[in-house]
Each structure stands twice: as structure tokens, then as C-alpha cells.
């Protein structure tokens, strides 16, 4: 199983599918994006020009971890966060502050063995992952979108919006989103993971921002292309920001807008999100797809993916095709 995104979106997923492992056995590898510029990620690119910004990585090996006591208070340790000093505190007391734990380990270890996916692997052994992280790209990349309304004072006019962070927070219609450099260095353990996958999951996360810059890596792009694997999509809970005024189906659309010729098995999508039901079977038909409904959502109410509900949701997905 290989799953493609960045943050609390992948986070859920890779949580599912442990969840989903305990009935279909399984070998999970996460691709994670490398476009984080906001809080500590962009101060450690900012500061020490970070091979790969390392916050999403960080989330992904701490979603992998393995159960025991040791290496749930590791993963712990990797997701503690500096608070900020009291008030009178001088300039560099500072310096911590907001900082990941599992940011500054990752960081030093790929400076220390320079090499990320050394430096990821050894960081998974850590926490002893259930699996295995992996950067879409070998570097950093940027991620700029042409947004109309982002400037208030050209509302009509498109406007190029430049850092993830920017982009996620942007108010107005994102046209178009790209990455730069626009052909990263391909991460090649990430291109043998999609060739050998049986299955390739994508979402649920932030759309331009997390899920579909993995469409804009042409190495990895082309893989996607090539690769024999069942291809899932798990649709978000509710619009953000970057997706104002986009639809469910058009949240479909948007994969072969960026990726011609990609085809899609699956659809998953929560039957109390998903609104009008009837356009997304026809957006999913498009893809050559089958949309599945069912429950996803925490039960407070929130719009937040609950990993156990999308684990239950993934066993007779994932095993039907076996």
C-alpha cells in the first residue's frame, strides 16, 4: 500500500491502514510531500536551507509507529513541541520555541548521514515504523498557485500566490497550482514503491497543497502513469481555504487536470459529507471509478477523518481486489 500526501490528512490514512492491517496483511509505504515553508519546517529551510522540510515526515513516522511503550514515547518525543518562553524572556530563549522535537532529529540526521531516506529510515527504526516514509522529491520544492481574489485590492485579477503556507491560506478561486523546480529530483526508493504497489491511496488532505503536487513530480508523475497498482482516492470531509468554491466532483476532476490518463478504482468518500451524492458518482464514472460511501467522520461532528472508522471502511476495499 502506498499513500500519497502531507500532514493530518496522510497522518489519518496511514493510522486506517494499520487499523485496516489487522484483518488484510499489508506492507505500507507513505510518499510524502516536501513543500511545507510555514512554522518550524520554514524556519529550519529559512535558517539552515533544510535538504527536505521535515514537519509532514515527521507525521508520518510518528502514524507508523509501533505500539509498544517505548516507541509510542518516542513517537511522542518526535511530536513534542517547544512552547514559547515567559513573557521577559530574552531574544534567545526563543530559539526553541515551536519547534518540533522530530524536526531537529530529522534535520540532524540528514545532515549527519547526507542522505534523507537514510536519515527516514533510521528515524523509522526509532520509532519502530510499521512501515516506511519516503519524500516525493530528494529536495525541498516550492508550491505557487495563480489565485483570483487573493489581493483585496484586485479582486478580478489573477495574482500568483508562492509558498505552501501562502497558498493553504489564501482566500479567493485557485486556477492553477505548480511546483518549483517544476522536474525536482525524483526520489527513486519513492518510483520502485509505486511499481510495486498494489494499491496507490491518495488523500485525504489539503488538494493543491498536499495531494496534488505528488502529480506534478515528473518522475514520480510517470510511475503513477506506469504502475500496475489499484489506484483509491479518500475524499475530504469539508473545503479549506485553497478550496473554496470547489465541488466534490470537481475535487475529481482536478486529478486528471494535472495528471492526464490517470485512471482511479476507488472512491471513498463519507455518505454524510459527500452533500448530493449523484454528481460524484458521475465525477468518479469519469475516472473509471466506483464510489463507496460510508462513515469516515469523528463522531463529534468535526470535519476530521477518524482512522478507525476509515480502517473498517478500507478492510472490504482493500480485500475485495486481493
Not at 492491517?21 to 507513505?30: F, L, Q
Not at 539552515?48 to 511522542?76: F, I, M, N
Not at 478561486?173 to 517544476?182: K, Y
Not at 475530504?236 to 478550496?243: P, V
Request: net charge negative; proline share 7%.
Amino acid at each position: 500500500m502506498v499513500a500519497f500526501g502531507g500532514g493530518h490528512g496522510l497522518a489519518a490514512t496511514l493510522r486506517g491502514l494499520r487499523h485496516c492491517a489487522r484483518d488484510v496483511e499489508m506492507d505500507i509505504t507513505a510518499i510524502v510531500t516536501v513543500g511545507d515553508d510555514g512554522g518550524s519546517s520554514g524556519r529550519l529551510r529559512a535558517e539552515r536551507d533544510a535538504l527536505l522540510p521535515p514537519g509532514d515526515l515527521r507525521q508520518a513516522l510518528a502514524a507508523l509507529a509501533a505500539d509498544d511503550p517505548t516507541c509510542k514515547r518516542t513517537a511522542s518525543l518526535l511530536q513534542y513541541r517547544f512552547a514559547a518562553m515567559s513573557e521577559g524572556s530574552s531574544a534567545g530563549d526563543e530559539l526553541l520555541a515551536g519547534h518540533a522535537v522530530g524536526n531537529l532529529v530529522l534535520l540532524g540526521l540528514m545532515e549527519m548521514l547526507g542522505d534523507p531516506v537514510a536519515a527516514l529510515d533510521h528515524a523509522a527504526a526509532m520509532v519502530g515504523a510499521r512501515g516506511r516514509v519516503l519524500p516525493m522529491a530528494r529536495h525541498a520544492v516550492g508550491i505557487e498557485a495563480d489565485v483570483i481574489g487573493a489581493d483585496p485590492d484586485r479582486p478580478g485579477e489573477v495574482v500568483t500566490v508562492r509558498g505552501q503556507h501562502a497558498v493553504a491560506v489564501a482566500f479567493g478561486h485557485v486556477e492553477a497550482v505548480r511546483i518549483a523546480p517544476a522536474d525536482p529530483p525524483t526520489c527513486p526508493q519513492a518510483v520502485d514503491a509505486v511499481h510495486t504497489a498494489d494499491w496507490l491511496i491518495f488523500g485525504p488532505g489539503s488538494w493543491y497543497t498536499s495531494v496534488l503536487p505528488h502529480l506534478l513530480v515528473p518522475g514520480l508523475a510517470a510511475a503513477i502513469l506506469a504502475s500496475p497498482a489499484r489506484r483509491l482516492v479518500t475524499l475530504n470531509l469539508a473545503t479549506d481555504n485553497e478550496t473554496l468554491g470547489l465541488s466534490v466532483a470537481d475535487h475529481l476532476a482536478a486529478l486528471q487536470w494535472y495528471l492526464p490518463g490517470i485512471r482511479i478504482d476507488t472512491v471513498l468518500a463519507d455518505a454524510k459529507w459527500v452533500g448530493e451524492p449523484e454528481p460524484v458518482h458521475r465525477a468518479a464514472e469519469t475516472l473509471g471509478a466506483r464510489l463507496v460511501l460510508a462513515p469516515l467522520a469523528v463522531a463529534d461532528g468535526s470535519p476530521r477523518h477518524d482512522p478507525e472508522s476509515l480502517g473498517v471502511a478500507l478492510v472490504p476495499v482493500l480485500g475485495a481486489a486481493r
